[in-house]
């Protein structure tokens, strides 16, 4: 077992590529830029009782500058709490949105209720959820960066995926991270001549201190930008609902805005 352990973690790591996916010094030594092809990338679990396939949503590379580590953190996409293979009422009737991140050897489970109620996180062994993964991650073929307005607006109208990659800094702990994902709503403006990425959900780590294990750093956010030099977020947390003035009650929900210095690339993505 520890060697096909070992293979997820070594697959994990051979998915990130180069240290730094947005060094352009990097990328023009290799002519190449690589991306996950999001439309073809699952996690597939080994689990005899549920060898559940799960979507890939998009991938965080965290870097630990100062240990010169990384890890791939693969975000998957949401289903809803259900009596898997029961005969009838599959549906959980108390129900919420479950989503797995997977991080190396560990898993980040997200349950989220209609409110905010305890247990929302849950920490797991990947091993000991449904069995070894395997992951089947596929690369765009021809990964292009979009540099120019003319560019992005030009295959924005086009049937040809986009993503994008989003690197931060905490120059204080030395964690970095590049947040890979596909764009799933652009904005072109003709008349002012501007696009404004607004996409999610997206693995967002809190980079201001070092947790155990590493994946336990991540909370969902959704991205926006209009430039390379820098990106909002909106970040899933307990939020109140207000009424007449009166807290009601307490859900997950994406709110405070906040925005960080970045480095971003769009990117086209075909498999041709």
């Not at 096909?4 to 030594?29: H, I, K, P, Q």
């Not at 599959?90 to 991140?101: H, V």
């Not at 991080?103 to 409110?115: A, K, S």
């Not at 207000?242 to 009601?248: G, L, M, R, T």
Request: with cysteine; glycine share 4%.
């Amino acid at each position: 077992m520890k060697s096909n352990r070992r293979g997820f973690l070594t697959a994990g790591l051979a998915a990130v590529g180069t240290s730094a996916l947005l060094d352009s010094a990097a990328a023009a030594e290799t002519d190449t830029i690589e991306c996950l092809d999001y439309g073809r990338s699952f996690i597939c679990n080994s689990s005899a009782a549920n060898s559940v396939r799960f979507w890939v949503e998009s991938r965080t590379i965290l870097f630990d500058d100062k240990a010169g580590t990384k890890l791939a953190i693969y975000q998957c996409g949401s289903c809803k709490s259900e009596r898997t293979f029961a005969e009838e009422s599959l549906l959980a009737e108390d129900n919420y949105d479950f989503m797995p991140i997977y991080g190396g050897e560990d898993m980040l489970i997200l349950r989220r209720h209609v409110d905010a109620r305890d247990g929302y996180r849950q920490l797991r062994k990947v091993q000991e959820v449904w069995g070894e993964p395997r992951l089947r991650l596929h690369h765009g073929k021809t990964v292009t960066e979009l540099k120019t307005f003319e560019q992005i607006r030009d295959v924005t109208a086009t049937d040809t995926p986009l993503a994008a990659q989003t690197e931060i800094t905490n120059e204080e702990t030395g964690l970095r991270c590049v947040m890979e994902y596909p764009i799933k709503t652009m904005n072109i403006s003709i008349d002012k001549h501007i696009w404004q990425v607004d996409t999610g959900p997206i693995a967002f780590p809190d980079l201001t201190k070092r947790f155990d294990p590493p994946v336990d750093s991540v909370r969902l956010a959704f991205a926006v930008f209009n430039a390379p030099h820098f990106c909002d977020f909106v970040i899933e947390q307990p939020t109140p609902v207000v009424h007449d003035e009166q807290e009601v009650c307490k859900v997950y929900h994406y709110s405070k805005p906040v925005s960080f210095p970045a480095k971003n690339r769009v990117l086209s993505v075909s498999d041709k």
